[in-house]
């Protein structure tokens, strides 16, 4: 059976021009299909939530810790960060590229990634015959690293548009890579990319995938 995988080229298109997004190419899923598996407990909960929307109702009974991303206080939730509105895509370019070129040991579950993920990096021999090459260059990869625009999503080019510091954001980055379980959730439609941290962590354990280890 082909193994289902979630397309990130749209996802790329839409950060460097959101007017022309990229078609879904062959038998992938689209990145909107991911939908958060339940919270259970001990696992880490990071809510993305924007001013004015509701928040998002919690399933897992007593989780081990609760961070708040969001210009709205809610101190009743767990540890509040306070972000921009609207740099929400901002921040979550900076966590992957702290993972990706700055912590010693890499969060990314590259088995789960090349089961389940097209458009993360390069695709020299796709496994579906009916998925075309891709290069780094255009992989979100690259689009972390700065190859379409010239501007790597580092920590620094993000405090400017989160209002954080940069050491907030590498801390952030280093205590979601050490989480043994992260699930992320939101009640915005818009903020569903924010799913992009516990996908590449291979964290899925709920349809449309599911994780080789979780």
Request: proline share 10%.
């Amino acid at each position: 059976m082909t193994q289902q995988r979630i397309e990130l080229l749209s996802v790329v298109q839409n950060r460097i021009s959101p007017l022309a997004p990229k078609p879904v190419t062959g038998d992938l899923l689209p990145f909107t299909a991911l939908s958060a598996p339940d919270a259970q407990p001990n696992d880490l909960i990071v809510i993305f939530h924007c001013r004015h929307q509701p928040l998002p109702q919690l399933s897992a009974p007593s989780p081990q810790e609760i961070i708040l991303l969001s210009p709205e206080p809610h101190p009743e939730l767990g540890t509040h960060i306070a972000i921009q509105e609207g740099s929400h895509w901002a921040l979550i370019d900076a966590l992957l590229y702290v993972w990706l070129v700055e912590l010693d040991s890499s969060p990314f579950d590259h088995h789960f990634i090349q089961q389940h993920v097209y458009g993360f990096a390069a695709e020299q021999a796709p496994a579906n015959n009916e998925l075309p090459w891709l290069s780094e260059a255009d992989s979100y990869r690259g689009y972390l690293l700065g190859w379409p625009d010239a501007k790597p999503k580092t920590a620094e080019w993000a405090a400017k548009l989160t209002g954080l510091e940069s050491s907030q954001i590498r801390a952030l980055a280093l205590t979601l890579a050490e989480a043994k379980t992260l699930r992320v959730v939101t009640a915005d439609p818009a903020l569903q990319q924010a799913q992009l941290l516990p996908l590449l962590r291979g964290h899925f354990r709920s349809p449309p995938l599911t994780a080789h280890s979780a």
